[in-house]
């Protein structure tokens, strides 16, 4: 499939990306990601590697078009669950 990150084209199959990412490990899960290969990676992270340029070159919803294109699953990073407040009377001095 053809598309146009940072204004250069690229032609982009789906098992080509999952090669560029397997052995890749993921960053931190933030902002928009991408689940390749049972992982979560972000797509600034997958941009990079699909495109071999600085990730100030391109946008995140680039990346995200292109990879849903291919069939690649893309949803916001998850959030962690709030942690449970202490109560009061259960604080160590």
């Known amino acids: 499939m053809r598309c146009v990150i940072a204004r250069f084209p690229f032609d982009l199959i789906k098992s080509e990306v999952e090669q560029m990412a397997k052995g890749v490990k993921p960053e931190p ?10 992982k979560l990676y972000p797509v600034k ?9 600085d990730r100030r070159d391109f946008t995140g919803e680039e990346v995200r078009r292109a990879l849903v294109r291919l069939g690649f699953t893309c949803a ?8 449970e407040p202490t109560p009061p009377g259960d604080i160590l001095a």
């Open 45 to 53: 992270q997958v941009g990079a590697l699909i495109t071999k340029q």
């Open 29 to 38: 899960a933030t902002g928009m990601c991408a689940k390749i290969g049972g």
């Open 76 to 83: 916001p990073a998850p959030t962690a669950p709030a942690p």
